[in-house]
Protein backbone atom coordinates (compact mmCIF):
# COMPACT_ATOMS: atom_id res chain seq x y z
CA UNK A 1 0.00 0.00 0.00
CA UNK A 2 1.46 3.36 -0.74
CA UNK A 3 1.84 6.27 1.50
CA UNK A 4 -1.16 8.18 0.93
CA UNK A 5 -3.43 5.21 0.58
CA UNK A 6 -2.23 4.26 3.96
CA UNK A 7 -2.65 7.95 5.35
CA UNK A 8 -6.70 7.68 4.12
CA UNK A 9 -7.13 4.41 5.57
CA UNK A 10 -5.98 5.93 8.84
CA UNK A 11 -8.31 8.61 8.34
CA UNK A 12 -10.96 6.46 7.46
CA UNK A 13 -10.13 4.31 10.84
CA UNK A 14 -9.96 7.64 13.27
CA UNK A 15 -13.17 8.57 11.48
CA UNK A 16 -15.15 5.58 12.04
CA UNK A 17 -13.78 4.58 15.59
CA UNK A 18 -15.03 8.75 16.57
CA UNK A 19 -18.66 7.79 14.74
CA UNK A 20 -18.83 4.83 16.75
CA UNK A 21 -18.11 6.84 19.56
CA UNK A 22 -20.55 9.42 19.38
CA UNK A 23 -23.45 6.92 18.75
CA UNK A 24 -22.29 4.84 22.12
CA UNK A 25 -22.57 8.67 23.59
CA UNK A 26 -26.23 9.00 21.80
CA UNK A 27 -27.07 5.76 23.38
CA UNK A 28 -26.56 6.23 26.61
CA UNK A 29 -28.20 9.45 26.69
CA UNK A 30 -31.17 8.31 25.28
CA UNK A 31 -31.60 4.91 27.04
CA UNK A 32 -31.34 7.40 30.48
CA UNK A 33 -33.81 9.62 29.17
CA UNK A 34 -36.06 7.02 28.01
CA UNK A 35 -36.51 5.74 31.49
CA UNK A 36 -37.20 8.65 32.67
CA UNK A 37 -39.51 9.45 29.71
CA UNK A 38 -41.10 5.81 30.73
CA UNK A 39 -41.52 6.28 34.23
CA UNK A 40 -43.23 9.54 33.60
CA UNK A 41 -45.41 8.33 31.19
CA UNK A 42 -47.09 6.14 33.90
CA UNK A 43 -48.23 9.32 35.93
CA UNK A 44 -51.58 10.85 34.86
CA UNK A 45 -50.00 14.38 34.63
CA UNK A 46 -46.75 13.19 32.47
CA UNK A 47 -43.84 14.62 31.77
CA UNK A 48 -44.51 18.00 30.50
CA UNK A 49 -41.79 20.45 29.68
CA UNK A 50 -38.38 20.11 28.49
CA UNK A 51 -37.00 22.03 30.82
CA UNK A 52 -38.28 19.77 33.45
CA UNK A 53 -37.17 17.22 31.72
CA UNK A 54 -33.50 18.43 31.66
CA UNK A 55 -34.15 19.20 35.26
CA UNK A 56 -35.12 15.68 36.34
CA UNK A 57 -31.95 14.14 33.98
CA UNK A 58 -29.76 16.58 35.77
CA UNK A 59 -30.78 15.47 39.47
CA UNK A 60 -30.58 11.88 38.07
CA UNK A 61 -27.44 12.34 36.67
CA UNK A 62 -25.19 13.74 39.67
CA UNK A 63 -27.46 12.16 42.45
CA UNK A 64 -25.38 13.72 45.07
CA UNK A 65 -27.41 17.01 44.75
CA UNK A 66 -30.51 15.42 46.19
CA UNK A 67 -28.43 14.06 48.98
CA UNK A 68 -27.74 17.88 50.11
CA UNK A 69 -31.24 19.15 49.96
CA UNK A 70 -34.09 18.23 52.39
CA UNK A 71 -36.39 18.70 49.75
CA UNK A 72 -39.36 18.75 51.00
CA UNK A 73 -38.92 15.15 52.81
CA UNK A 74 -37.95 13.91 49.75
CA UNK A 75 -34.27 12.12 49.58
CA UNK A 76 -33.24 8.57 47.67
CA UNK A 77 -34.87 6.12 49.51
CA UNK A 78 -32.68 2.97 49.86
CA UNK A 79 -31.81 1.54 46.47
CA UNK A 80 -31.89 4.44 44.75
CA UNK A 81 -28.91 6.77 47.30
CA UNK A 82 -26.06 7.83 46.14
CA UNK A 83 -23.24 5.49 45.74
CA UNK A 84 -19.52 5.87 46.69
CA UNK A 85 -17.98 5.62 42.96
CA UNK A 86 -20.41 8.39 42.14
CA UNK A 87 -19.45 10.45 45.55
CA UNK A 88 -15.59 10.81 44.30
CA UNK A 89 -16.55 11.12 40.56
CA UNK A 90 -14.67 13.96 38.55
CA UNK A 91 -18.56 14.73 36.86
CA UNK A 92 -19.57 14.82 40.30
CA UNK A 93 -17.38 17.35 41.35
CA UNK A 94 -18.42 19.39 38.11
CA UNK A 95 -22.09 19.44 38.50
CA UNK A 96 -21.99 22.89 38.66
CA UNK A 97 -20.90 23.62 35.04
CA UNK A 98 -23.62 20.80 33.92
CA UNK A 99 -26.74 23.01 35.47
CA UNK A 100 -27.39 25.48 33.58
CA UNK A 101 -28.80 26.39 29.89
CA UNK A 102 -28.93 22.84 28.14
CA UNK A 103 -32.54 22.35 26.92
CA UNK A 104 -31.49 22.25 23.57
CA UNK A 105 -29.70 18.96 23.70
CA UNK A 106 -32.74 17.25 24.62
CA UNK A 107 -34.34 18.09 21.03
CA UNK A 108 -31.66 15.98 19.89
CA UNK A 109 -31.90 13.26 22.74
CA UNK A 110 -35.47 12.99 22.53
CA UNK A 111 -35.47 13.17 18.51
CA UNK A 112 -33.34 10.01 18.69
CA UNK A 113 -35.96 8.00 20.45
CA UNK A 114 -38.83 9.56 18.13
CA UNK A 115 -37.23 8.80 15.01
CA UNK A 116 -37.07 4.73 16.77
CA UNK A 117 -40.23 5.11 17.36
CA UNK A 118 -39.62 4.98 21.30
CA UNK A 119 -41.30 7.95 22.48
CA UNK A 120 -43.80 9.98 20.99
CA UNK A 121 -44.67 13.77 21.61
CA UNK A 122 -48.63 14.61 22.61
CA UNK A 123 -49.60 17.15 20.09
CA UNK A 124 -50.27 20.58 21.89
CA UNK A 125 -48.39 23.81 23.08
CA UNK A 126 -45.99 22.04 25.63
CA UNK A 127 -43.52 19.45 24.92
CA UNK A 128 -44.63 16.21 26.37
CA UNK A 129 -42.83 13.19 25.45
CA UNK A 130 -44.56 9.68 26.01
CA UNK A 131 -43.45 6.03 25.41
CA UNK A 132 -44.33 4.21 22.52
CA UNK A 133 -45.35 0.37 23.32
CA UNK A 134 -42.07 -0.10 21.87
CA UNK A 135 -40.62 1.98 24.00
CA UNK A 136 -42.50 1.12 27.03
CA UNK A 137 -40.94 -2.92 25.97
CA UNK A 138 -37.31 -1.26 26.09
CA UNK A 139 -37.69 0.76 29.30
CA UNK A 140 -38.29 -2.82 30.83
CA UNK A 141 -35.51 -4.39 29.34
CA UNK A 142 -33.27 -1.61 30.45
CA UNK A 143 -34.58 -1.46 33.61
CA UNK A 144 -33.87 -5.37 34.37
CA UNK A 145 -30.34 -5.11 33.50
CA UNK A 146 -27.74 -4.35 36.09
CA UNK A 147 -26.06 -1.37 34.33
CA UNK A 148 -29.31 0.66 34.59
CA UNK A 149 -31.52 -0.59 37.38
CA UNK A 150 -30.22 2.46 39.36
CA UNK A 151 -31.40 5.06 36.39
CA UNK A 152 -34.51 3.31 36.70
CA UNK A 153 -35.38 3.32 40.34
CA UNK A 154 -34.11 6.63 40.44
CA UNK A 155 -36.52 7.72 37.28
CA UNK A 156 -39.36 5.87 38.86
CA UNK A 157 -38.92 7.34 42.34
CA UNK A 158 -38.47 10.64 41.40
CA UNK A 159 -41.67 10.30 39.53
CA UNK A 160 -43.33 9.58 42.25
CA UNK A 161 -41.86 11.44 44.86
CA UNK A 162 -40.25 15.04 43.13
CA UNK A 163 -43.51 14.87 40.62
CA UNK A 164 -42.70 18.90 40.37
CA UNK A 165 -42.65 21.73 37.80
CA UNK A 166 -39.61 22.73 36.36
CA UNK A 167 -39.37 25.60 38.57
CA UNK A 168 -39.70 24.07 41.78
CA UNK A 169 -37.09 21.74 40.60
CA UNK A 170 -34.57 24.67 39.95
CA UNK A 171 -35.15 25.58 43.35
CA UNK A 172 -34.33 22.60 44.76
CA UNK A 173 -31.08 22.20 42.55
CA UNK A 174 -30.05 25.54 43.08
CA UNK A 175 -29.45 25.47 46.62
CA UNK A 176 -28.15 22.08 46.83
CA UNK A 177 -25.33 23.38 44.41
CA UNK A 178 -25.10 26.67 46.51
CA UNK A 179 -24.21 24.74 49.82
CA UNK A 180 -20.82 23.45 48.23
CA UNK A 181 -20.29 26.63 47.19
CA UNK A 182 -20.58 25.04 43.08
CA UNK A 183 -23.56 27.46 41.59
CA UNK A 184 -21.41 29.68 39.17
CA UNK A 185 -21.77 33.29 39.71
CA UNK A 186 -24.18 33.67 36.63
CA UNK A 187 -26.13 31.34 37.63
CA UNK A 188 -26.79 32.37 41.12
Known amino acids: MTDPLRRRSAVLARQQAAARTIAQEA ?3 QARV ?25 VI ?3 NVLDRVDAEGVGWPTGCRTQRL ?9 AHRRYGLWTDRYNLIVGGLVSRRLVTLVSGRVFEPLTTAEGHAASLE ?13 AAYLSQAMNLSAERLDEIIRPALRE ?5 RELG
Do not use: K, Y
Open 86 to 94: EQLADEAAL
Open 27 to 29: AFH
Open 142 to 154: LRNSSAWSLVANR
Open 34 to 58: LLIVDAFSRDARGLRGLARLARLDF
Open 61 to 63: RFP
Open 180 to 184: TDQLP
